[in-house]
């Protein structure tokens, strides 16, 4: 039987986070079932050479036109359907983050279904009505929580959820290196408190800040550990934060990192800060993988991160709240290592159950099925 060709987007690959789920799943795939291929606007991005490197091809080329002006836009859509249609793809599946519809019209002019995942909590405002017509023009769509689902997608047959998935293997608890602790000027019997994010101002990484200044007095022996690409605007009004405070002695900058695993395997307590504002969360990774490394997480209560704490209510604090978090941090870094490594080990049954890369890549599957429910021999 010929086999299913998914033409995946995504813009580039400069933050590897969706680069890599998007590698995730096209990896995963059942090959005797569907046949990859990936399509993207340039090259540059460390993350692009993984890509190039696995055996998936990968298609460079500018496939979202600028929506204005309309008949410019059209023109363009054409001539990228053209494009698209010389890699024969069954369906098109978009990774791309915003409400672009430009991609969607023009994977339909090339006869392919089309489909995306809803990475955010983005909606109204000014991109409301884009968000409607990319939602129109789509086959299916693949929600990440349960509130996308209630608030946008409320009676849509289109939907399916599947939330992000874990190499459960690659963020395993392990032995902790000894030079992640030089590098980042730890001493051995400090205690880590870790942040794994993309540093943007939704995440809320200066709440995390101020509520562990407010009581690192009473914990001398910890240290908070921020592990993400700082040298943007927001990492630098962050860096400003800590140096006002005082504390560069007492919280670590790693900057970007492509294998967190040897900063989780350090860590005792993981804190996902994001604000419940913007684009919110989709279903964040980061803090999927400090559970896979049976870390105890601590996450704001947005979309998103209630799905994936839905057992641990204890666990979520008011997001913007540092009163809120300070006190359940407290409660959390009383205790001693051997008791937060047996509550770390509760954190990692759900996401065995629930957020396995095979979950999602299962799910992947039923969405294109149902797309394309007969291909020809």
């Keep these: 039987m010929k086999k299913i060709r998914v033409l995946f987007t995504i813009p580039n690959f400069d933050t590897a986070g969706s680069g890599r789920a998007l590698l995730n799943i096209a990896l995963a795939l059942d090959e005797n079932r569907f046949e990859p291929h990936i399509l993207c606007i340039h090259n540059r991005g460390?993350?692009?050479?993984?890509?190039?490197?696995?055996?998936?091809?990968?298609h460079v080329f500018?496939?979202?036109?600028?929506?204005?002006?309309?008949?410019?836009?059209?023109?363009?859509?054409?001539?990228?359907?053209?494009?698209?249609?010389?890699?024969?793809?069954?369906?098109?599946?978009?990774?791309?983050?915003?409400?672009?519809?430009?991609?969607?019209?023009?994977?339909?002019?090339?006869?392919?279904?089309?489909?995306?995942?809803?990475?955010?909590?983005?909606?109204g405002g000014g991109s409301k009505n884009?968000?409607?017509?990319?939602?129109?023009?789509?086959?299916?769509?693949?929600?990440?929580?349960?509130?996308?689902?209630?608030?946008?997608?409320?009676?849509?047959?289109?939907?399916?959820?599947?939330?992000?998935?874990?190499?459960?293997?690659?963020?395993?608890?392990?032995?902790?290196?000894?030079?992640?602790?030089?590098?980042?000027?730890?001493?051995?019997?400090?205690?880590?408190?870790?942040?794994?994010?993309?540093?943007?101002?939704?995440?809320?990484?200066?709440t995390l800040i101020n509520a562990f200044v407010s009581i690192a007095n009473q914990f001398p022996g910890w240290v908070l550990w921020l592990v993400g690409d700082d040298k943007n605007a927001y990492g630098k009004k962050l860096h400003e934060l800590v140096k006002e405070q005082n504390f560069e002695s007492r919280i670590k900058f790693s900057g970007k990192q492509m294998k967190v695993v040897d900063y989780l395997n350090h860590a005792e307590i993981f804190v996902l800060p994001t604000l419940n504002e913007g684009r919110k969360e989709g279903s964040p990774v980061a803090m999927l993988e400090a559970m896979a490394n049976s870390?105890?997480?601590?996450?704001?209560?947005?979309?998103?991160?209630?799905?994936?704490?839905?057992?641990?209510?204890?666990?979520?604090?008011?997001?913007?709240?540092?009163?809120?978090?300070?006190?359940?941090?407290?409660?959390?870094?009383?205790?001693?290592?051997?008791?937060?490594?047996?509550?770390?080990?509760?954190?990692?049954?759900?996401?065995?159950e629930n957020y396995s890369i095979e979950k999602e890549v299962k799910r992947h599957e039923q969405l294109y099925l149902s797309c394309v429910k007969r291909i020809m021999n």
């Excluded at 997001?319 to 990692?348: H, N």
């Design 46 to 58: 460390e993350f692009f050479q993984v890509v190039k490197s696995s055996r998936i091809p990968v």
């Design 62 to 123: 500018e496939y979202i036109p600028k929506e204005r002006p309309i008949i410019k836009m059209l023109l363009n859509c054409y001539m990228v359907s053209r494009k698209i249609k010389e890699i024969h793809p069954d369906i098109v599946h978009s990774f791309h983050y915003a409400a672009s519809y430009s991609e969607a019209l023009a994977a339909r002019l090339s006869g392919s279904k089309w489909v995306f995942t809803k990475k955010n909590m983005s909606w």
């Design 130 to 206: 884009a968000w409607k017509v990319r939602s129109f023009l789509a086959n299916k769509i693949a929600v990440q929580n349960t509130d996308m689902q209630i608030l946008f997608y409320p009676n849509s047959k289109k939907t399916l959820l599947i939330p992000r998935g874990v190499v459960l293997d690659k963020f395993k608890a392990s032995e902790a290196l000894p030079q992640i602790r030089e590098q980042m000027k730890t001493r051995v019997n400090e205690r880590v408190l870790i942040c794994v994010a993309n540093f943007v101002p939704v995440k809320g990484v200066e």
């Design 295 to 352: 870390k105890v997480v601590l996450g704001s209560r947005v979309a998103g991160i209630k799905d994936q704490l839905k057992e641990f209510p204890d666990h979520l604090f008011t997001p913007k709240d540092e009163s809120d978090l300070a006190k359940k941090l407290s409660r959390l870094m009383m205790k001693d290592s051997k008791e937060l490594k047996r509550l770390g080990l509760t954190f990692l049954r759900p996401v065995v």
